[in-house]
């Protein structure tokens, strides 16, 4: 079985950096590809990120690409999600997902989730 918990969530002012990560259990990391996803009350979950099985590939959305920076350490079985200039619109429950699937968009490409740690961007 297969666990992922999100950790690094809390509030933080605009402009401000934050660092989550992903921890994995139950299946090496290195066997998964693995995304972030965000999600805000009344709207449809977001694709964020992703990074490969083998960590040497990336994609990310355009409404973050140039200040999230994803990155996996499968030795650590581990995903981090590097967030910079944070604004109000990245307020949302940051959910960790794993599967097979490199690179999707698409929640149904992916068989794992975590709980998801909540990032308030306020003043």
């Known amino acids: 079985q297969v666990q992922l918990v999100e950790s690094g969530g809390k509030w933080v002012k605009p402009g401000d950096s934050l660092r989550l990560s992903c921890a994995a259990s139950?299946?090496?990391?290195?066997?998964?590809?693995m995304s972030w996803f965000r999600q805000v009350p009344g709207r449809e979950r977001e694709f964020v990120a992703s990074?490969?099985?083998?960590?040497?590939?990336?994609y990310y959305s355009r409404r973050v690409e140039g200040r999230f920076f994803i990155s996996k350490e499968n030795a650590k079985n581990e995903m981090t999600l590097q967030m910079n200039r944070l604004n109000v619109d990245d307020t949302a429950v940051y959910l960790c997902?794993?599967?097979?699937?490199?690179?999707?968009?698409?929640?149904?490409?992916?068989?794992?989730w975590g709980q998801g740690t909540q990032v308030t961007v306020s003043s």
């Open positions: 990074v490969s099985k083998d960590a040497t590939a990336t």
């Open positions: 997902a794993a599967g097979d699937y490199f690179g999707s968009s698409e929640i149904r490409y992916y068989d794992y």
């Open positions: 139950g299946r090496a990391a290195s066997s998964l590809a």
